[in-house]
Nanobody, 124 residues
Framework: QVQLVESGGGLVQAGGSLRLSCAASSHAIRTYSMGWFRQAPGKEREFVAAISWSGGTTQYADSVKGRSTISRDKTKNTMYLQMNSLIAEDTAVYYC?????????????????WGQGTQVTVSS
């Protein structure tokens, strides 16, 4: 069993930046692909970005492409999402997931592990 804990959320002005972190409880995460999703009030959870176990493959939602960078540090069992040029539409609870299949980290419906989420609020 792997536990995921997100952090780094908060209140930021439009145009600002945040770096979200997703820390895993086990070294086993090194063999998992990982992803970020978000859910805004009244909306369905949506894909944001994903990274393969090696870090060599990444994928982004069009809504964040060019403004966000996903990365991971295997020595710390942690994944990051650097978000820049934040806009009000980025306001949401951000969740990380992990699955041994990259496609599942992207799709999310069958991802094996999920964190509890961290709130990001962008003020305009």
């Amino acid at each position: 069993q792997v536990q995921l804990v997100e952090s780094g959320g908060g209140l930021v002005q439009a145009g600002g930046s945040l770096r979200l972190s997703c820390a895993a409880s086990s070294h086993a995460i090194r063999t998992y692909s990982m992803g970020w999703f978000r859910q805004a009030p009244g909306k369905e959870r949506e894909f944001v970005a994903a990274i393969s176990w090696s870090g060599g493959t990444t994928q982004y939602a069009d809504s964040v492409k060019g403004r966000s960078t996903i990365s991971r540090d295997k020595t710390k069992n942690t994944m990051y999402l650097q978000m820049n040029s934040l806009i009000a539409e980025d306001t949401a609870v951000y969740y990380c997931n992990a699955d041994q299949a990259f496609a599942e980290a992207v799709d999310g419906r069958e991802a094996q592990f999920w964190g509890q989420g961290t709130q990001v609020t962008v003020s305009s």
